[in-house]
T-cell receptor
């Protein structure tokens, strides 16, 4: 089934631990994004990648890093997790040639930092 | 700063019509999106407006007025499955999406 796969779907980890959220898409989309969603706030962009080999900072990049070694994968790493990074994380992609720039989202990764 | 405003919560009755408003102040405009998000799930695309006017898609319609910085999502013949959050997002001059906090729509029988 075509789409975006995120892993893990849920994780509890201790503050100070390193964590990588995985994201894989099979739609050959050039652009990929990581958002966090917190209650009462709109989706906030953490990092993005317009094409393989390039990445950019979004609205809330501090404490997070990404890489884009190929078209399909876009992992998000928390080098040293803090409780304020407790959130639901969504990976998304959008394809070229689509004037609307519609985003396709993964199912989300719920992260709790204690 | 950039801002997207939409009501936090709305309640409507099954079979009725509801209008969810969205006002925006952004640096430039390159389109407005509506997404639906059921609790615990990912957002899914509903509509896209870049020109003024009404776009109709089945039971859902979306309206845009760029001069007023205003959009609405109209849902007709409401069904229980329409209970969800509705997210308004605007693409700014840098083609980055600015998101509203979402409107939680509660449908009552």
């Amino acid at each position: 089934i075509a789409g975006i796969t995120q892993a893990p779907t849920s994780q509890i980890l201790a503050a100070g631990r390193r964590m990588t959220l995985r994201c894989t898409q099979d739609m050959r989309h050039n652009a990929m994004y990581w958002y966090r969603q917190d209650l009462g706030l709109g989706l906030r962009l953490i990092h993005y990648s317009n094409t393989a080999g390039t990445t950019g900072k979004g609205e809330v990049p501090d404490g997070y890093s990404v890489s884009r070694a190929n078209t399909d994968d876009f992992p998000l790493t928390l080098a040293s997790a803090v409780p304020s990074q407790t959130s639901v994380y969504f990976c998304a992609s959008s394809g070229q040639g689509d004037n609307t720039g519609e985003l396709f989202f993964g199912e989300g990764s719920r992260l709790t930092v204690l | 700063g950039q801002n997207i405003d939409q009501p936090t919560e709305m309640t409507a009755t099954e079979g009725a019509i509801v209008q969810i408003n969205c006002t925006y102040q952004t640096s430039g405009f390159n389109g407005l999106f509506w997404y639906q998000q059921h609790a615990g799930e990912a957002p899914t695309f509903l509509s896209y407006n870049v020109l003024d006017g009404l776009e109709e898609k089945g039971r859902f319609s979306s309206f845009l007025s760029r001069s007023k910085g205003y959009s609405y999502l109209l849902l007709k013949e409401l069904q229980m499955k329409d209970s969800a959050s509705y997210l308004c997002a605007v693409k700014d001059s840098n083609y980055q999406l600015i998101w509203g906090a979402g409107t939680k729509l509660i449908i009552k029988p």
